[in-house]
C-alpha cells in the first residue's frame, strides 16, 4: 500500500483511539478535557517553535485571534464528548458524536460558507446527511430487551442525559471546524494568509495560539461549570496528557496528509471520518462494552452508513 496512504489513515486511527485511551487512563471528565488540553498544548508549542516560527509564517494578531477562539470552544466540544462516554460508553458517543460533526460541518459548510455551489451538490450533500443521520439511529439503537422496565428507564435517562452533552460537544467541534474558513470568508483572515504556502501555514500557524484557548477553556470549564477546581491536579489529569498527544499525533499527520499533492485536503478529511471504526469496535472489543446481537447488527449496517455518508460529503467537491 502507498506510504501517503498509510500516512493519511494515522488520523483515523489517533483520533478513534481518543476515547478509548482517555477511558483506559481513568478520571472524572474534568480530569480528563484537562489532561488532554496539557498534551494538546505539548504539540502546539512545539510545532509553533519547532516549524512555524523557523519558517517564518505569519503569527500576527488575526492569527492569534482564531487560534485561541477556535481552542476555546474545542474545550467545549471535549468536555461535552468526555461527559456522554461517561453515560453512553466510547462505542455508541464517539459514534454518534462523529455522525453529528459530519452533518452540522458539512451544513455550516453548504449554507455559512457556500461550498454547495449547484443543485446536484445539494442533492448529494442532502442524501448523504440523511445516510449518516439514519446510521446514527441505528448505532444508537437499545436492546429490545431493555426497553421496558426499571433497567430500560435508566437507560433512556443516561441516554438522555448523554445525548444531551453530545449536542453541546457537536456544537463546540462545529465552531472549532468552521471558525478559521468563516473568519476568512469575512475577511478577517485574508486570502493571501490563508492560501499561503497551500494553506499549510494558516493551518499550522493557529496550532499554538489553539493550544493555549484549549487550556483556558479547560481551566475555565472545570473551574465554573464542572466545579472540580480541588480534583484537577489529580494523578488522572497527568495520566491524560497520553490522550491529549495521540490526538496531536492525529493532527499532525492530517496536515501532513493534507499538504501531500498525492493526497490532498479532500482525502485527508475523508479518511480521518474512519476513526468511527476504530472507536465502535475498540469500545466493544478493548473495553468490553455489551452489546446484544441484535445491536451488533444494526451498529455495523449503521457504522457502515455513515461511512459512506462521509466519504460522498469528504469528496462532494466532485460533482459539481
Do not use: C
Request: charged content about 10%; hydrophobic content about 55%.
Amino acid at each position: 500500500m502507498n506510504l501517503a496512504i498509510l500516512l493519511a489513515l494515522v488520523p483515523a486511527l489517533a483520533w478513534g483511539s481518543v476515547g478509548l485511551v482517555n477511558t483506559k487512563m481513568g478520571g472524572s471528565a474534568a480530569q480528563q478535557t484537562l489532561g488532554m488540553t496539557f498534551g494538546a498544548l505539548i504539540f502546539g508549542l512545539g510545532t509553533m517553535f519547532l516549524y512555524v516560527m523557523p519558517n517564518h509564517a505569519y503569527m500576527g494578531r488575526e492569527i492569534w485571534t482564531v487560534g485561541i477562539l477556535s481552542g476555546l470552544v474545542w474545550a467545549v466540544g471535549t468536555a461535552g464528548q468526555f461527559l456522554a462516554i461517561k453515560d453512553l460508553g466510547v462505542s455508541l458517543a464517539i459514534p454518534l458524536s462523529t455522525a453529528g460533526q459530519i452533518v452540522a460541518n458539512a451544513l455550516m459548510a453548504a449554507v455559512v460558507l457556500g461550498d454547495w455551489k449547484t443543485g446536484k451538490m445539494w442533492v448529494i450533500g442532502i442524501i448523504s446527511i440523511a445516510a449518516v443521520v439514519v446510521g446514527a439511529t441505528l448505532i444508537s439503537a437499545r436492546d429490545k430487551a431493555l426497553n421496558s422496565g426499571i433497567a430500560g428507564q435508566a437507560q433512556a435517562k443516561s441516554m438522555t442525559k448523554g445525548l444531551i452533552y453530545l449536542a453541546i460537544s457537536t456544537v463546540g467541534f462545529m465552531i472549532y471546524f468552521v471558525l478559521p474558513n468563516f473568519l476568512n470568508k469575512i475577511n478577517y483572515i485574508s486570502d493571501d494568509i490563508k492560501s499561503k504556502n497551500s494553506g499549510v501555514d494558516y493551518m499550522t500557524a493557529i496550532v499554538g495560539p489553539q493550544a493555549i484557548g484549549q487550556v483556558i477553556g479547560a481551566f475555565l470549564i472545570v473551574i465554573f461549570v464542572l466545579k472540580e477546581a480541588d480534583k484537577m491536579f489529580a494523578k488522572p489529569t497527568w495520566k491524560n496528557i497520553l490522550t491529549g498527544l495521540v490526538w496531536a499525533v492525529g493532527n499532525i499527520f492530517m496536515f501532513i496528509s493534507a499538504a501531500n499533492p498525492a493526497i490532498g485536503q479532500t482525502i485527508a478529511t475523508t479518511f480521518s471520518q474512519l476513526g468511527i471504526i476504530v472507536a465502535t469496535f475498540g469500545g466493544i472489543y478493548l473495553l468490553g462494552e455489551k452489546k446484544s446481537s441484535y445491536q451488533m447488527r444494526l451498529i455495523i449496517t449503521g457504522t457502515i452508513l455513515v461511512v459512506v455518508g462521509a466519504i460522498i460529503i469528504g469528496n462532494i467537491n466532485n460533482f459539481v
